[in-house]
């Protein structure tokens, strides 16, 4: 801890992120932390035992996102393991520009979390060791199959233009898992597991806005995410 804090200082930023989260507007002042060129921003997602930390450089090099919901689970990344030995830490969410971190309910408070985050990133970065290793492949959550209907085509269109890039923001990610007898079943990484307000979001968002474009969407369930 002391030599975190010997080459870090956290400073207070003016930036304000402006969200909608259930229908109310809501603020958030990010917090950033500087140390050997890198600038590490964090928000506070949806998701009380989530926070985003933007690193401000490239997480990954492809479009697409990686959830570790395991340590097991993190074999393939370096960082991602990393992450995991500290006391508390029970997810890990890799997107293109950001990493979110999940902890236990009933763990220490992120106050006291932050800084072996903090430090745990920044020295990975420094390491120049690979975010992934050779064999991982990048969660694709709407990849057009060949045996998909027309249907199903239309679903996975609307959850890259319309409504995973809004989850994103939120600090997590939606899978699409399958459509069976008019229900769509989708995953939810990152954030999204384990959001109280996630069921809110899956009927009164995501559900609706289904139904809208689709009349042959039924209904809308979260399912386990089984990669």
């Known amino acids: 801890m002391k030599r975190f804090l010997t080459r870090s200082s956290v400073v207070n930023t003016s930036l304000l992120r402006h969200s909608i989260q259930n229908g109310a507007t809501v603020w958030q002042n990010p917090h950033m932390l500087q140390s050997r060129g890198m600038f590490i921003q964090t928000q506070t997602t949806p998701n009380p035992n989530s926070l985003k930390f ?15 919901a395991t340590l097991e689970s993190a074999r393939i990344s370096p960082l991602a393991r990393q992450l995991f030995r500290i006391e508390g830490v029970t997810r890990v969410f890799f997107a293109p520009d950001f990493i979110s971190v999940t902890k236990d309910d009933n763990e220490q408070p992120w106050n006291t979390m932050k ?3 903090f430090a745990c990133i920044m020295d990975f970065f420094s390491s120049n060791q690979p975010i992934l290793l050779d064999e991982a492949t990048l969660s694709s959550t709407s990849s057009i ?3 998909d209907d ?7 269109e609307l959850l890259d233009t319309r409504i995973r890039p809004t989850v994103m923001e939120d600090g997590g990610d939606i899978r699409f898992v399958a459509f069976e007898d008019g229900i769509v079943k989708l995953a939810l990484q990152g954030s ?13 968002g995501i559900e609706n806005m289904m139904q809208f474009y689709i009349p042959e969407v039924l209904s809308v369930e979260a399912v386990d995410d089984e990669i």
């Open 54 to 68: 933007i690193p401000g450089i490239q997480i990954l090099d492809h479009i697409g996102t990686y959830d570790f």
């Open 145 to 147: 199959n060949e045996d």
């Open 192 to 204: 999204c597991s384990g959001c109280p307000s996630s069921s809110v979001t899956l009927k009164n």
């Open 115 to 117: 800084p072996d985050i």
């Open 150 to 156: 027309e249907t199903t085509i239309m679903i996975k």
